[in-house]
Every structure is written in structure tokens, then in C-alpha cells.
């Protein structure tokens, strides 16, 4: 069994940046894709990163350019680097995990999950 702990969240103004890390126990990340989500209220939660375990990466559109995932197989730990942070980005961020070699972006393809950290951006 997987857990997955989040932190990092908190609140900062239009145009700052936060670093969200997620630290997994329980096994290594050697073969484990791993993916940031976000659920803001009252929306369906969304794909926002994934690195895979040979660390090829991949981003949602109204992130890219503004965030980087990556991740220290040695400490079982990804980040999440947000820069540039919008109003709009305010949401619950999720850290997910799975076994495989590709690079999950569904919320249906992560089998492990963590408790979430709040982000806010204020504007």
C-alpha cells in the first residue's frame, strides 16, 4: 500500500509562486508515474502534471510554461513548481501515483491518492 502526503499549500497573491511537494511511503518511485491534480469548488477535478518514472513529463494547457513537476527518486518525493500563479489556479491540489511506464493524464488512471493541499490565489 501507497501513501501519498502532501504540502506546501497556502496562500499567496496573483503573480507569486508556491512549491508543493508530495512524498510517497511505502515503496520506491522506481516504475511509479505520478501525476498533481486540482479540484476547485463546484469543478470536476482536473489533470495538471504528470512525470513519468523515467521523468518524461506532461502538462495541462493552462499550466505549461508556468509549472514544473520533478521528482527525486532517492527522497520518494515529487514538487510541483507553480510560478505565475493566477487567481484562477486557486483549488484543492491532489499528488496521485500508479505502476506503470507510461504517463497517466485521467483522474480514473491513478490508483493511489492523497489527502490534498489548498492553494489560493488571491487577486
Known amino acids: 500500500q501507497v501513501q501519498l502526503v502532501e504540502s506546501g499549500g497556502g496562500l499567496v497573491q496573483a503573480g507569486g509562486s508556491l512549491r508543493l511537494s508530495c512524498v510517497a511511503s511505502?515503496?520506491?518511485?522506481?516504475?511509479?508515474?505520478m501525476g498533481w491534480f486540482r479540484q476547485a469548488p463546484g469543478k470536476e477535478r482536473e489533470f495538471v502534471a504528470g512525470?513519468?518514472?523515467?521523468?518524461?513529463?506532461a502538462y495541462a494547457d493552462t499550466v505549461k510554461g508556468r509549472f514544473t513537476m520533478s521528482r527525486d527518486n532517492a527522497r520518494n518525493t515529487v514538487t510541483l513548481q507553480m510560478n505565475s500563479l493566477k487567481p484562477d489556479d486557486t483549488a484543492v491540489y491532489y499528488c496521485a501515483g500508479r505502476t506503470t511506464y507510461g504517463l497517466p493524464q485521467s483522474n480514473g488512471d491513478y490508483r493511489d491518492w492523497g489527502q490534498g493541499t489548498q492553494v489560493t490565489v488571491s487577486s
Open positions: 512525470i513519468s518514472w523515467l521523468s518524461k513529463t
Open positions: 511505502g515503496r520506491t518511485l522506481g516504475n511509479y508515474a
